[in-house]
């Protein structure tokens, strides 16, 4: 990791291509991009279809500063 961070910051051209792949890229990445890949995989592998709100429809919750993860996480079931 450290080899290729080096190489990088050596080669100026190289970082700026990598920094432009990464934003065109990014899209794929957002929360609700996982959640229709989630619900893909539950439709394929096991005949499951998710509800909308759990298919990539719904928002993730905002996280406040300061707070983490598990404290801003909404339980969707009554178990929570």
Excluded: C
């Amino acid at each position: 990791m450290a080899a290729a961070i080096a190489a990088l910051a050596a080669d100026p051209a190289a970082w700026s291509a990598a920094s432009r792949a990464g934003v065109t890229a990014a899209h794929r990445f957002t929360y609700s991009a996982y959640q229709a890949a989630v619900a893909n995989l539950f439709a394929e592998a096991w005949g499951v279809r998710l509800p909308a709100t759990r298919a990539g429809q719904g928002d993730r919750p905002e996280m406040k500063a300061g707070s983490t993860e598990a404290e801003t996480t909404v339980s969707r079931n009554e178990y929570h």
